[in-house]
T-cell receptor, first 114, second 114 residues
Framework: DQQVKQNSPSLSVQEGRISILNCDYT??????FLWYKKYPAEGPTFLIS?????DKNEDGRFTVFLNKSAKHLSLHIVPSQPGDSAVYFC?????????????FGTGTRLTIIP | DGGITQSPKYLFRKEGQNVTLSCEQN?????MYWYRQDPGQGLRLIYY???????QKGDIAEGYSVSREKKESFPLTVTSAQKNPTAFYLC?????????????FGEGSWLTVV
């Protein structure tokens, strides 16, 4: 039962254009959402997050949009740069028996074409 | 520098052997986690611990064991009962019991069963 879904396993975008990565979730108890970036053979690094009380959060080239009614979030990267090529994981957070638990999507491999 | 240290980075194990992966953090975080990454599966939670001497099973705990004798250490043992142990293992930590705490990851450990 995949509660957090990233339906696009891969995405290729031209350098300088906008990259849009999508994520859907099914559990209404999730109240915080995060995006992580992961290079091969390394641990994921935190990119940007959004609380369920907001619908947009921006940090430099990265913007995350949350549509609670559709249970959908997206990460926009603009302009895309070659160093953005990585796997991006969407994660959703909820309190589970008083403890925070993160559930991750399966990841989207983003390739930026020079 | 504060962070999470996993060792070893690469490990080979013969079938039927137990192996222990080390995870140490100096971030003074209460919560620690072990995740496993497989292609197309995202990150799946094996075990987590909110405080010393306490830990909880995650989604895929079968064939694994952990201990939390010290706040800074959370070793994971992959036992011979784990049917498919070859994977990339990630240790993580966070401040704890509220949602929205950023989780920090170690660099990961590659385990290969030969």
């Amino acid at each position: 039962d995949q509660q957090v879904k990233q339906n696009s396993p891969s995405l290729s975008v031209q350098e300088g254009r906008i990259s849009i990565l999508n994520c859907d979730y099914t559990n209404s108890m999730f109240d915080y959402f995060l995006w992580y970036k992961k290079y091969p053979a390394e641990g994921p690094t935190f990119l940007i997050s959004i609380s369920s009380i907001k619908d947009k959060n921006e940090d430099g080239r990265f913007t995350v949009f949350l549509n609670k009614s559709a249970k959908h979030l997206s990460l926009h990267i603009v302009p895309s740069q070659p160093g953005d090529s990585a796997v991006y994981f969407c994660a959703a957070s909820a309190l589970w028996f008083g403890n925070e638990k993160l559930t991750f999507g399966t990841g989207t491999r983003l390739t930026i074409i020079p | 520098d504060g962070g999470i240290t996993q060792s070893p980075k690469y490990l080979f194990r013969k079938e039927g052997q137990n192996v222990t992966l080390s995870c140490e953090q100096n971030l003074n975080h209460d919560a620690m986690y072990w995740y496993r990454q497989d292609p197309g599966q995202g990150l799946r939670l094996i075990y987590y611990s909110q405080i010393v001497n306490d830990f909880q099973k995650g989604d895929i705990a079968e064939g694994y064991s952990v201990s939390r004798e010290k706040k800074e250490s959370f070793p994971l043992t992959v036992t011979s009962a784990q049917k498919n142990p070859t994977a990339f293992y990630l240790c993580a930590s966070s401040t704890g019991q509220e949602t929205g705490n950023t989780i920090y990851f170690g660099e990961g450990s590659w385990l290969t069963v030969v």
